[in-house]
């Protein structure tokens, strides 16, 4: 299947190399075209350079959005339309940081990223916040984890999208694990009691409730 990647920095070219290893075709886009270029020569045969974000969606079944928080918007009202019919999968953590590095949280303390991000899809786009559960680093060195794989949590309101998504972790080598609705996004955040841990399944699930 075909997944188009919107942001090919640092957690969006992880998820493009786990992708791709697990047999997904890509279709990259970024804001200079030549990082999305560069990606996609050093994948090889399953991913190619999109010429614009809406060619990243042109025949992808799900795209993941791999920006920055404070960018994300003007890229979902750019693409608006063809999302309707797709699976959004959005890793974003609500952070922006200065030139000293201090990190502040962009919402409100308690306000669901997932549930804003929600409010700016188009009617008809099945939204899963995942994939950014971890930083790139951990990410890469734990997909494909054996005998016990690692898990990758997610938060959807939506059975297919939670299907689709569940798909696509599996893809790039991990263990899907559902931590709820999508109001519950701020558990996989940076500073959330889900984000960076590298747990199998059975943890991961007790972590979550359901054991
Ligand atoms: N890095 C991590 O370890 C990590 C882990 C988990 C979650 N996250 C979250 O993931 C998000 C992205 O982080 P990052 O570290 O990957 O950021 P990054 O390295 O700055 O990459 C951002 C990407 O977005 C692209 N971009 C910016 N504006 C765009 C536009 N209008 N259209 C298309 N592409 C655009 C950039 O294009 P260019 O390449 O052309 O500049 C770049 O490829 C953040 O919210 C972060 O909190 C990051």
Same mark, same amino acid.
Request: hydrophobic letters at 45%.
């Given at each position: /299947?075909?997944? +188009?990647?919107?942001?090919? $920095?640092?957690?969006?070219?992880?998820?493009?190399?786990?992708?791709?290893?697990?047999?997904?075709?890509?279709?990259?886009?970024?804001?200079?075209? #030549?990082?999305?270029?560069?990606?996609? +020569?050093?994948?090889?045969?399953?991913?190619?350079?999109?010429?614009?974000?809406?060619?990243?969606?042109? $025949?992808?079944?799900?795209?993941?959005?791999?920006?920055?928080?404070?960018?994300?918007?003007? &890229?979902?009202?750019?693409?608006?339309?063809?999302?309707?019919?797709?699976?959004?999968?959005?890793?974003? @953590?609500?952070?922006?940081?200065?030139?000293?590095? @201090?990190?502040?949280?962009?919402?409100?303390?308690?306000?669901?990223?997932?549930?804003?991000?929600?409010?700016?899809?188009?009617?008809?786009?099945?939204?899963? /916040? +995942?994939?950014?559960?971890?930083?790139?680093?951990?990410?890469?060195?734990?997909? @494909?984890?054996?005998?016990?794989?690692?898990?990758?949590?997610?938060?959807?309101?939506?059975?297919? +999208?939670?299907?689709?998504?569940?798909?696509?972790?599996?893809?790039?080598?991990?263990?899907? &694990? #559902?931590?709820?609705?999508?109001?519950?996004?701020?558990?996989?955040?940076?500073?959330?009691?889900?984000?960076?841990?590298?747990?199998?399944?059975?943890?991961?699930?007790?972590? &979550?409730?359901?054991?």
């Amino acid at each position: /299947m075909t997944t +188009a990647i919107i942001g090919t $920095g640092g957690i969006g070219s992880v998820i493009a190399r786990q992708l791709a290893s697990g047999g997904e075709t890509l279709r990259l886009s970024s804001a200079d075209t #030549k990082s999305a270029q560069r990606l996609a +020569a050093e994948i090889g045969r399953p991913a190619v350079a999109a010429a614009s974000n809406r060619d990243a969606l042109q $025949g992808a079944d799900a795209v993941v959005l791999a920006l920055r928080f404070t960018v994300l918007k003007g &890229v979902v009202d750019e693409i608006a339309e063809p999302l309707t019919d797709k699976l959004v999968v959005v890793p974003s @953590n609500p952070l922006s940081s200065d030139v000293q590095g @201090n990190v502040t949280r962009l919402l409100p303390k308690g306000q669901s990223s997932g549930k804003v991000v929600a409010g700016w899809l188009p009617t008809g786009a099945r939204l899963a /916040m +995942a994939f950014g559960t971890l930083s790139a680093d951990l990410f890469e060195s734990s997909g @494909n984890r054996s005998p016990e794989p690692a898990v990758l949590f997610y938060v959807t309101d939506d059975d297919r +999208a939670g299907q689709e998504v569940e798909r696509l972790i599996r893809t790039a080598g991990f263990e899907p &694990v #559902k931590a709820g609705g999508i109001e519950q996004s701020a558990r996989l955040e940076v500073g959330g009691d889900l984000h960076d841990l590298v747990v199998g399944p059975a943890k991961a699930r007790s972590l &979550v409730g359901e054991a």
